[in-house]
């Protein structure tokens, strides 16, 4: 459970810098000081209670009102694609490149024939490596540039994540490290799923009460 650096194939475990919890209590203490009740406060119709008894208390009567069918998103296993498209080290730049093009992918992971990750490439790696080889073009120079191995093109350093990841630890990361996708992986370093910014974005428009707390 938690992230992993993916580094040339190697799996290395990277500790949270972070928790979603403590930033909930934190936030909590934060809004309870911030509403303390003043000694003009006392004839409110609840004196007694704090704000943060009544926020909940109304959470959850709205929670009760939504269709039974319908369960909370927590883990990455719930939001993943799944399987993934991936390529592998010696497919051409080419192969990539029309992945990208026909999928209107961003990232695309690179695999082992076991499924063991070695790297993704991005979108933008591959326009600036087009981009070269038309400038190299354009100057005389004869290259077959988009018969390469994509081998070298690779990122090799990826951050991954397991299905039992918290969605919201996920995000946090993806907009911390300004990355645009999370490889997940099983217990024995295969890659299962993989979710992106996109992922995130449509489970919270399709499927979560939009309710945010400040």
Request: glycine content about 4%.
């Amino acid at each position: 459970m938690g992230f992993n650096w993916i580094v040339e194939g190697v799996r290395m475990p990277i500790p949270l810098e972070f928790s979603s919890t403590q930033r909930q209590v934190k936030r909590v203490q934060q809004i309870e000081k911030e509403h303390k009740p003043q000694d003009n406060e006392e004839d409110s119709p609840h004196p007694k209670e704090s704000v943060m008894q009544r926020m909940v208390e109304k959470t959850y009567r709205h929670s009760k009102q939504m269709p039974e069918e319908r369960k909370q998103a927590v883990c990455a296993s719930q939001i993943m694609t799944s399987p993934v498209i991936t390529l592998e080290p010696d497919n051409t730049i080419e192969d990539v490149w029309n992945l990208i093009l026909k999928q209107r992918f961003r990232h695309v992971p690179i695999v082992t024939k076991d499924k063991t990750i070695v790297g993704i490439v991005s979108d933008r790696d591959m326009l600036r490596e087009i981009a070269t080889m038309g400038a190299a073009v354009s100057s005389g120079v004869d290259r077959t540039g988009m018969q390469k191995s994509i081998s070298s093109l690779i990122k090799t350093k990826v951050l991954t994540a397991s299905p039992e990841t918290e969605i919201r630890e996920i995000a946090h990361i993806l907009f911390e490290k300004r990355i645009g996708s999370m490889p997940i992986l099983d217990e024995n370093g295969r890659l299962i799923g993989i979710i992106t910014r996109s992922d995130i974005l449509r489970a919270i428009i399709n499927h979560a009460p939009f309710d945010l707390w400040i």
